[in-house]
């Protein structure tokens, strides 16, 4: 990475919320992004809005694997979208996180609020954070684990950084982050410590 995408990924991180998708179906919208976390993990995050009560959706899926595997294969990032489903009233939104030249794509039925991930169907009134380890080996992607972190409070939801609130509030989620390793890039591995220490518990 280039002394450019180094002072880019840094800017990223210095605003409080990177917006990289919108999504507006018929029953709500919503909003995604994703960013680079650790050596290893890159996060993505997706926050959906029902127009009809008001309640807010949210999920952080935290993709880990080998060191500086987010750096290849070109740039990266996420966009999202929405509409209706299963006739009036139906809301369904998806969101693709693209890095290191490999993407993965999210499905939401916000109705019976599952995503599908990895073909995998989640309860999302379950579950709001999930860990996806490997994603650059030779088998594939896997989901190695599923949380429930308390939503920020709304008081609070604007101002701070979501994916920075829930792995701050939440030690083995900072634990799986892998801040301990290193990349070869001089300039990336530099600003891994500041990025580390704005999440760190």
Same mark, same amino acid.
């Given at each position: 990475?280039?002394?450019?995408?180094? *002072? $880019? /990924?840094?800017?990223?991180?210095?605003?409080?919320?990177?917006?990289? #998708?919108?999504?507006?179906?018929? %029953? !709500? =919208? &919503?909003?995604?992004?994703?960013?680079?976390?650790?050596?290893?993990?890159?996060?993505?995050?997706?926050?959906?809005?029902?127009?009809?009560?008001?309640?807010?959706?949210?999920? *952080? $899926? /935290?993709?880990?694997?080998?060191?500086?595997?987010?750096?290849?294969? #070109?740039?990266?990032?996420?966009? %999202? !979208? =929405? &509409?209706?489903?299963?006739?009036?009233?139906?809301?369904?939104?998806?969101?693709?996180?693209?890095?290191?030249?490999?993407?993965?794509?999210?499905?939401?039925?916000?109705?019976?609020? $599952?995503?599908?991930?990895?073909?995998?169907?989640?309860?999302?009134?379950?579950?709001?954070?999930?860990?996806?380890?490997?994603?650059?080996?030779?088998?594939?992607?896997?989901?190695?684990?599923?949380?429930?972190?308390?939503?920020?409070?709304?008081?609070?939801?604007?101002?701070?950084?979501?994916?920075?609130?829930? $792995?701050?509030?939440?030690?083995?989620?900072?634990?799986?982050?892998?801040?301990?390793?290193?990349?070869?890039?001089?300039?990336?591995?530099?600003?891994?410590?500041?990025?580390?220490?704005?999440?760190?518990?």
């Amino acid at each position: 990475m280039t002394l450019t995408g180094g *002072l $880019v /990924l840094a800017g990223l991180w210095a605003m409080p919320v990177a917006l990289s #998708g919108q999504a507006r179906g018929f %029953g !709500g =919208g &919503g909003t995604s992004t994703s960013r680079v976390a650790s050596p290893a993990v890159v996060a993505s995050w997706m926050s959906h809005e029902n127009y009809v009560d008001g309640k807010a959706t949210t999920l *952080l $899926v /935290l993709w880990r694997g080998t060191p500086g595997w987010f750096t290849k294969g #070109g740039g990266g990032g996420s966009s %999202g !979208g =929405g &509409g209706s489903a299963g006739g009036a009233g139906g809301s369904s939104g998806y969101q693709y996180v693209s890095e290191g030249g490999l993407t993965f794509t999210l499905e939401f039925d916000y109705d019976k609020k $599952v995503v599908k991930i990895l073909n995998q169907e989640i309860s999302l009134t379950e579950t709001n954070v999930v860990l996806v380890d490997f994603v650059d080996s030779t088998n594939g992607p896997a989901i190695v684990g599923y949380r429930w972190v308390d939503p920020v409070p709304p008081a609070q939801s604007s101002p701070v950084d979501p994916v920075v609130a829930v $792995v701050k509030r939440t030690p083995e989620l900072f634990e799986y982050l892998r801040c301990d390793l290193s990349l070869p890039d001089p300039v990336m591995n530099a600003m891994m410590p500041i990025i580390c220490g704005l999440m760190r518990p």
